[in-house]
């Protein structure tokens, strides 16, 4: 990997963390705008208990509150449009943001976007997370970074694995995205979660082999791109 390759990705951690941010910003919009809801005057929540989400956000933020002339309901539009115009401006953020990280992703690492089920934001993750060569020795010592490896908790003769809950929970989350998108129309994925299933595995045990072969499939993209590069 080269020093301008190194400069990306600290690019695209800096896009991550700004992305990541305008989400929670809008998640928390949106529940303050859903409590206001609940508890605002009739007829008003009659006429917007009923809309999408985008028809909501539409309506408030065109919403004029100077119009009405009770204090209460004047008082809750104006909150209400605030935080209608707040969540789509971070919307748009958000979006802007995915797509300068995309561009990045598609200059370093093309082939982990190729992979089906992989989308921009999982791919910059795992690259982060997997941050430049020489840095994880090998796709176990990946996997056991995304506590995608399996631990032992055998008793008897009771064999079984338990789920590690340390790791880079971000990378561990990329992986079950990616999962989860593969699993609506990815042959093999369908496959592999209905052969465990027939040998008496549960869907999130299966869940749970698939992210150690992930994680190994995804290690050795990385490390093949960055020595093409």
């Known amino acids: ?102 561009a990045l992703v598609a200059e370093l690492v093309q082939p982990l976007l190729d992979e089906q089920g992989i989308g921009p934001v999982s791919a910059a993750q795992a690259l982060i997370s997997w941050s430049h060569p020489g840095r994880v020795r090998n796709d176990a010592a990946f996997a056991r970074l995304a506590a995608a490896a399996p631990i032992p908790a055998s008793s008897g003769q009771t064999i079984r694995h338990r789920l590690d809950p340390g790791g880079d929970r971000q990378l561990n989350r990329a992986l079950h995205t990616i999962i989860v998108s593969r699993r609506k129309n990815h042959a093999p994925t369908i496959a592999y979660i209905e052969r465990k299933t027939r040998e008496g595995k549960s869907v999130r045990e299966a869940i749970r082999c698939l992210k150690r072969h992930l994680a190994r499939r995804i290690y050795r993209v990385l490390e093949q791109t960055a020595i093409a590069a």
């Open 1 to 102: 990997a080269t020093p301008r390759a190194g400069g990306r990705r600290e690019a695209l951690r800096a896009l991550m963390v700004a992305r990541e941010g305008a989400l929670s910003a809008k998640k928390a919009g949106l529940c303050q705008l859903r409590a206001l809801l609940v508890t605002c005057p009739e007829p008003l929540r009659g006429e917007l208990r009923s809309l999408t989400r985008a028809r909501l956000l539409r309506r408030l933020a065109a919403v004029r509150p100077h119009r009405h002339q009770e204090a209460e309901v004047r008082g809750t539009l104006t909150a209400l449009r605030a935080l209608a115009r707040r969540v789509q401006a971070l919307t748009g953020e958000e979006r802007e943001l995915k797509r300068e990280i995309e």
